[in-house]
């Protein structure tokens, strides 16, 4: 069963196909790949839940709640820049430079450089948390796995 939403985009039901490839982008999902897409900001929002409590305290819901509603508003600014560049994909990165292109044939691509590089060290924190938090509830505090280390630069002169 296939439907469209108020945008007038194609939603398709459990088990549908894409159709044949058109030579043009598809803008359709279903609900499965929805769900995969969303799948990954729980665990961002998960990895920072006990910090949060711990530095703000019991005032700490009135954080989430702005939180939130800041989250809540970038969605809708991140579908309207979306909707202006239909053509395009790869995120919000690709579409600044789009929008920058026409100014600065430095700064489009500058601006795709800068998303990725503040974006990467979150993705290291994220994992170091997440590898963290799984061998905590795995493993015992003085096992073998979270006791090991290995040198790969010696900085102790740098004292």
């Known amino acids: 069963m296939n439907d469209t939403t108020a945008a007038g985009l194609p939603i398709t039901g459990i088990g549908a196909r894409p159709e044949a490839d058109s030579g043009s982008l598809q803008?359709?999902?279903?609900?499965t790949g929805a769900f995969w897409v969303a799948?990954?900001?729980p665990a961002l929002?998960?990895?920072s839940v006990g910090a949060i409590a711990a530095t703000v305290g019991k005032p700490a819901w009135?954080?989430?709640v702005l939180s939130i509603s800041f989250g809540f508003l970038q969605?809708?600014?991140?579908a309207e820049i979306a909707g202006l560049f239909p053509n395009k994909t790869g995120?919000?990165?690709v579409y600044g430079a789009v929008a920058w292109v026409r100014y600065s044939k430095v700064i489009a691509p500058l601006s795709v450089?800068?998303?990725w590089f503040a974006w990467?060290?979150?993705l290291a924190i994220g994992s170091g948390l997440a590898a963290g938090y799984m061998l905590g509830a795995l493993f015992p505090a003085d096992a073998a796995i979270n006791t090991w280390q290995i040198t790969l630069l010696d900085l102790s002169n740098i004292k």
């Open 27 to 31: 803008r359709r999902i279903s609900w």
């Open 39 to 41: 799948s990954g900001v």
């Open 45 to 47: 929002v998960l990895f």
């Open 62 to 64: 009135m954080v989430w």
């Open 75 to 78: 969605a809708f600014t991140y």
């Open 91 to 93: 995120g919000a990165s």
């Open 113 to 115: 450089w800068c998303n």
């Open 120 to 122: 990467s060290p979150v």
